[in-house]
Nanobody, 122 residues
Framework: QVQLVESGGGLVQAGGSLRLSCAVS????????MTWFRQPPGKEREFVAT????????YDIDSLKDRFTISRDNAKDTLYLQMRRLMTQDTAVYYC???????????????WGQGTQVTVSS
């Protein structure tokens, strides 16, 4: 099994920055992809960015790639999401997830964290 614990969320003013972290433990050797999703209030969960555990190949959606950067540190078994120039519409619960398979941008993963709240005030 794999366990995920997110941290780094909180309240920030528009234009500010936050870095989310996701500590991964357990059977990490079988993980292929590490992904961030988010769920804005009253909306469905959506894909944010993904990165391969080996090789570090990343993919971000076009609307966010100029402000959000996904990265990982395999030595620390930690996934990161650096968020810059935050906007009120970035307010959401952010979830990290990892998978032993490739799911692309589908809202699907093998293991999920509990989520961390990010609130951006105007």
């Amino acid at each position: 099994q794999v366990q995920l614990v997110e941290s780094g969320g909180g309240l920030v003013q528009a234009g500010g920055s936050l870095r989310l972290s996701c500590a991964v433990s357990g059977r990490t050797s079988r993980i292929r992809t590490m992904t961030w999703f988010r769920q804005p209030p009253g909306k469905e969960r959506e894909f944010v960015a993904t990165i391969t555990r080996i090789g570090g190949n990343s993919y971000d959606i076009d609307s966010l790639k100029d402000r959000f950067t996904i990265s990982r540190d395999n030595a620390k078994d930690t996934l990161y999401l650096q968020m810059r120039r935050l906007m009120t519409q970035d307010t959401a619960v952010y979830y990290c997830a990892v998978s032993e398979n490739y799911y692309g941008t589908n809202i699907h993963a093998d293991y999920w964290g509990q989520g961390t709240q990010v609130t951006v005030s105007s």
